[in-house]
C-alpha cells in the first residue's frame, strides 16, 4: 500500500507461492479506516464488497 499523496510505502506483503492480490489482502487482515479512499488495480476485484470508500481502476498502472 502506497500513500499517495508522499508515495510513501505504508506496508507491505507477500507470499511464496502463487496467490491472487485480493487474496493475499483478506488473509493479512489490513485494517483500512473508512474515511481512507482505496484505489486499486483489477487484482481486488471484490473490495467493494469490505471497503465502500474503493475504485477498481483498470487503468491505474499504464504509462
Do not use: W
Not at 4 to 16: G, L, Y
Not at 18 to 26: A, G, I, M, S, V
Not at 43 to 62: A, M, P, T, V, W
Amino acid at each position: 500500500m502506497l500513500d499517495k499523496k508522499t508515495h510513501q510505502v505504508i506496508c507491505a506483503d507477500f507470499s511464496n507461492c502463487k496467490k491472487h492480490d485480493f487474496r493475499l489482502f483478506k488473509e493479512s487482515k489490513i485494517l483500512i479506516s473508512p474515511k481512507v479512499k482505496v484505489i486499486t488495480d483489477t487484482g481486488y476485484q471484490g473490495i467493494q464488497k469490505i471497503h465502500n470508500n474503493s475504485e477498481l481502476s483498470k487503468d491505474l498502472f499504464r504509462n
